[in-house]
């Protein structure tokens, strides 16, 4: 019996790690929201889209809707605020 409810602790235990982790890995996040026009790196997709590894101004340009032609209200009303700051932090440590 103790087993068993060990056994079931651990499996809800990494059900959640398991739902939640993506969500707030901010890497993950920047492959799916931002690698098609930044590129994997944030190194920039030219004429597209302009570098922004090693970039201060995410959290500003996903919280204000950012520069004037820059089409971030899409990835803004889908991202959460802990998303953002997951993407930001991830984008500094880029090069
Ligand atoms: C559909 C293409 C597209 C997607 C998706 C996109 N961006 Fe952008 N982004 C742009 C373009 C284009 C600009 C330049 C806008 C301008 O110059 O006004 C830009 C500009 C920026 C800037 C400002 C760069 C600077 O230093 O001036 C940041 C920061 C940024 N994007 C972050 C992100 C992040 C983080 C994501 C993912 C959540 C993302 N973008 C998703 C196209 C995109």
Not at 7 to 19: E, K
Not at 26 to 35: D, N, R, V
Not at 74 to 91: C, D, G, H, R, W
Request: charged share 15%; proline share 7%; hydrophobic share 45%.
């Amino acid at each position: 019996m103790k087993i068993r409810i060990a056994t079931v602790l651990f499996a809800s235990a990494s059900m959640l790690a398991w739902m939640q982790a993506p969500a707030q890995d901010g890497g993950t996040l920047f492959k799916a929201k931002c690698a098609m026009c930044h590129g994997d790196q944030g190194q920039g997709k030219p004429p597209m889209a302009p570098k922004i590894a090693g970039s201060a101004k995410v959290a500003d340009v996903l919280a204000k809707g950012g520069e004037p032609k820059a089409p971030h209200i899409n990835p803004m009303s889908t991202l959460t605020a802990a998303q953002v700051s997951a993407i930001a932090a991830y984008v500094k440590t880029l090069k």
